[in-house]
């Protein structure tokens, strides 16, 4: 049975709860990243061969990207924001395989990341500053101003959601549109077209994820650097 979304269609439903191609498009990719993940590390070699360069040239740019930010908690945030880039970009790109639909062309998944991130902002941001000195940072410059910092938390978190959803659903809508009317006849274009958008938002959303979670991080450095100025 088709869901308000054509995109979207019931697999099976367990009592309550209904399986979606949603839910089993992103299974799969966990499984397929786990499984490529536990090869590219069982035979690591001093003297690389050319799947361990291009591993290592994956993982030593997003390190790069991470440090570029927060050079001095790196390794600290490393595992989720390349884990979350790595996923989104599959993810965005499992349209390219006939038969499947991007699920991040789903609200609920977008959703579920961008409060999968809202967590780790706070979380990172009480491991590093604790959690009296991190809470403290709402109440600055002016406790007066603790309401707008609460209603920002909120606001950005539904607009990362939004965003990567309405990118990627419209851009399988325009695929789509674009196919009916010329048929076949500009496959390629529209093939660059959703790799370029799709590489474009997995790296929008990482890396606001990533700047979220710097500012949770250095919040206790930004209120000393105030009260010595």
Do not use: C
């Not at 049975?1 to 399986?19: D, H, K, N, Q, Y």
């Amino acid at each position: 049975m088709a869901s308000s979304s054509s995109f979207i269609t019931e697999i099976m439903r367990i009592g309550p709860l209904v399986i979606t191609n949603t839910v089993v498009v992103t299974w799969g990719i966990m499984l397929v990243l786990g499984l490529v993940a536990w090869a590219a590390s069982r035979h690591l070699s001093a003297t690389p061969g050319p799947w361990q360069v291009v591993v290592e040239g994956i993982v030593a740019s997003i390190e790069a990207a991470i440090r570029s930010v927060l050079p001095d908690h790196y390794r600290q945030v490393m595992p989720f924001i390349a884990t979350l880039w790595i996923f989104i970009v599959v993810a965005n790109l499992a349209s390219l395989i006939p038969g499947l639909r991007s699920p991040t062309g789903d609200l609920s998944l977008t959703a579920g990341l961008a409060i999968l991130v809202f967590l780790a902002v706070h979380w990172y941001g009480i491991r590093t500053n604790g959690l009296r000195s991190y809470l403290r940072h709402y109440l600055q410059p002016n406790p007066i101003l603790l309401p707008f910092h609460l209603i920002s938390e909120i606001t950005r978190t539904v607009a990362l959601a939004v965003r990567l959803f309405g990118n990627i659903f419209s851009l399988q809508m325009a695929a789509l549109l674009v196919l009916l009317v010329a048929g076949f006849l500009a496959p390629v274009p529209v093939l660059m077209l959703h790799i370029i958008e799709a590489v474009v938002q997995a790296y929008i959303f990482g890396m606001l994820a990533l700047i979220y979670v710097a500012g949770a991080i250095q919040s206790q450095q930004l209120k000393s650097k105030r009260e010595k100025e």
